[in-house]
C-alpha cells in the first residue's frame, strides 16, 4: 500500500496491530531548514561499525546520539554513549514532549548522505525501550521512502515519502508487529537528517 499524504497535516496509518501517525509539516520549512544546517554541522556524525549475522560492517549511514541523561543505547551489538542535548535538539524534544505527550530523553540521529545510505529492517525493540516504546522520527532534507512490513502477514505492507519537516510517531505495540527500513535508491536525493527521539531511563 501507498498512500499521497502530501495534502494531509496529521494522518494515521490505521495499520493492524499498530498506532502510526504522520505529521507532515511538525516544523515549518523556514524553521526545518535552520535545523538542517545547524544539525549538519554541529553534530558528532560518526560511521559505526556494526554486527549483522556475525560480520563486522560500517553503517550505510552517519549517526550521533544525545540525551539529557547519560544512559547508552545498544543495538546490533553496538553500545553508543550519548552527548548532553543541544539547545536545538532540546527545542525539537520539547515540542515533541508537547505534541504526543510523551517525554523523550534520547534522540539518535542518522545522516543520509545520498541514495546509497539507508537503514535495513528492522524493530525499535530493545529492552532499554521498554515494553511499548515510542519512536518519533523527525525528518530534514531531502525526501526518503520509509517502508513498513508486517512481521506475521505477508500481505501488510507500507510506505510513503517522509517530507522535510515531518514526523512519523510510531507507538503502543508497533514495535512488536511491524518492522520499517529505509531502503537504498538509485534516484538522486538530497542529503537527509533524520532525528529519531525515545525514551530511555
Known sequence: MNIDLFNSNEFDLNLPDSNITYYSNFLDPKSADKYFQI???????????ITIFGKRI??????????VNDMPYSYSNLTLIPKNFTPELLEIQQKLNIQTGKDFTHCLANFYRDGNDSMGW??????????DPAIASVSLGGVRNFQLKHKGRQDQRFKLDLEHGS???????????????????KKQVAPRINLTFRTIL
Open 39 to 49: 544539525f549538519l554541522k554541529e553534530l558528532n556524525w560518526q560511521q559505526q561499525d
Open 58 to 67: 560500517p553503517q550505510p549511514r552517519l549517526t550521533a546520539l544525545y540525551a
Open 122 to 131: 528492522h524493530s525499535d525493540d530493545e529492552k532499554a525501550l521498554g515494553k
Open 167 to 185: 514526523l512519523l510517531l510510531m507507538a503502543g505495540s508497533t514495535q512488536h508487529f511491524w518492522k520499517h527500513q529505509l531502503p537504498k535508491t
